[in-house]
Nanobody
Framework: QVQLVESGGGRVQAGGSLDLSCVAN????????MGWYRQAPGQQRELVAQ???????NYQETVEGRFTISRDNVLNIVYLRMNSLKPEDTAVYYC???????????????WGQGTQVTVSS
C-alpha cells in the first residue's frame, strides 16, 4: 500500500516563506507526475504546481515566480518552496502523485493528508 506523508506548512506573515515536503512510502516501482494542490474554505481544490518525472514544471499563474516545485526521484519526495506569500495563499495544501506500485502494470493517483498554510496580513 502506498501512502503520502506531508510535512511543513504553518503560519507566516505576508511576504514570508514556507517549505512543504511530501514523501511516498510503500512498495513503489516508479512515481510519475508529482504535484501540489490547495483548497481554501468554500473553494474548490485547485492545482498549484506540477512536475513530471523528467523535471518539467507547470505553475498556476498566481504563484508563478514565487513558488518552486522540485522532486527527488530516488527518495520519492516532492517539495514546494513558497516565497513572497500573500494572504490569498492561505489554504490547505495537498500533495498528489501518480504512483506505479510494485507488481502493478499501471499507476494510481494518491493524495497526502493535507497541511494548513496560513498567511496573515
Amino acid at each position: 500500500q502506498v501512502q503520502l506523508v506531508e510535512s511543513g506548512g504553518g503560519r507566516v506573515q505576508a511576504g514570508g516563506s514556507l517549505d512543504l515536503s511530501c514523501v511516498a512510502n510503500g512498495s513503489i516501482l516508479r512515481v510519475y507526475t508529482m504535484g501540489w494542490y490547495r483548497q481554501a474554505p468554500g473553494q474548490q481544490r485547485e492545482l498549484v504546481a506540477q512536475i513530471t518525472r523528467g523535471g518539467v514544471t507547470n505553475y498556476q499563474e498566481t504563484v508563478e515566480g514565487r513558488f518552486t516545485i522540485s522532486r527527488d526521484n530516488v527518495l520519492n519526495i516532492v517539495y514546494l518552496r513558497m516565497n513572497s506569500l500573500k494572504p490569498e495563499d492561505t489554504a490547505v495544501y495537498y500533495c498528489n502523485m501518480d504512483v506505479q506500485a510494485s507488481g502493478r502494470e499501471n499507476y494510481e493517483t494518491y493524495w497526502g493528508q493535507g497541511t494548513q498554510v496560513t498567511v496573515s496580513s
